[in-house]
């Protein structure tokens, strides 16, 4: 069975530190790999998308691929309070639909 | 405006009455799924579908029916709602193949069974 592992956290960073969110996946054939943020209640929104190995920098935002070791990350510089959310790690591969992690929580101090 | 369009938002009502959840997108996107996401369990998939008249059960397809007769549309059934399918429900949509799949949610709907 295809699976998606994060860890659930919760992780706390104080404000404008480095926030590092993890994800692995089992599919070795996955080709697809994204970020979801998700505030409490609201539906998941799409923070990153990446699909070749190395690193995506996006604002605040970096994620990073490793498929040998079938591993995503996401740093998130300069951490606010306002990321204070749970992170979903998603993975697919053409054809299929995509698949979930749990989710890992942030909470950022200020 | 792209999006995914779920209703009701909030639901209250009481065991054994059939509901139905829509779930409409206007991103002529092949793919539709229903999600429920309890604390502490993530999202999980209930049903999806590849394409019109096409579906398939997810990890949690237990009460839970599902129709595709346009693309755009893919309401959720619950034919005898019980307590323990309280929920937030997500319908989202993607497209098919390799980049630019990420899929799109829809604002969620809170069912409550009592």
């Known amino acids: 069975q295809k699976e998606v592992e994060q860890n659930s956290g919760p992780l706390s960073v104080p404000e404008g530190a480095i926030a590092s969110l993890n994800c692995t996946y089992s599919?070795?054939?996955?080709?697809?790999f994204f970020w979801y943020r998700q505030y409490s209640g609201k539906s998941p929104e799409l923070i990153m998308s990446?699909?070749?190995?190395g690193d995506k920098e996006d604002g605040r935002f970096t994620a990073q691929l490793n498929k040998a070791s079938q591993y995503v990350s996401l740093l998130i510089r300069d951490s606010q309070p306002s990321d204070s959310a749970t992170y979903l790690c998603?993975?697919?591969?053409?054809?299929?639909?995509?698949?979930f992690g749990k989710g890992t929580t942030l909470s950022v101090s200020s | 405006e792209a999006q995914v369009t779920q209703n009701p938002r909030y639901l209250i009502t009481v065991t054994g009455k059939k509901l139905t959840v829509t779930c409409s997108q206007n991103?002529?996107?092949?793919?539709m799924s229903w999600y429920r996401q309890d604390p502490g369990l993530g999202l999980r998939q209930i049903y999806y579908?590849?394409?019109?008249?096409?579906?398939d059960k997810g990890d949690v397809p237990e009460g839970y029916k599902v129709s595709r007769k346009e693309k755009r549309n893919f309401p959720l059934i619950l034919e005898s709602p019980s307590p323990n399918q309280t929920s937030l429900y997500f319908c989202?949509?993607?497209?098919?193949?390799?980049?630019?799949?990420?899929?799109?949610f829809g604002q969620g709907t809170r069912l409550t069974v009592v």
């Open positions: 989202a949509s993607s497209a098919p193949g390799y980049q630019n799949t990420e899929a799109f």
């Open positions: 599919d070795r054939v996955s080709q697809s």
């Open positions: 990446i699909y070749s190995n």
């Open positions: 998603a993975v697919k591969q053409a054809g299929t639909a995509l698949i």
């Open positions: 991103m002529n996107h092949e793919y």
């Open positions: 579908s590849m394409n019109v008249e096409v579906t």
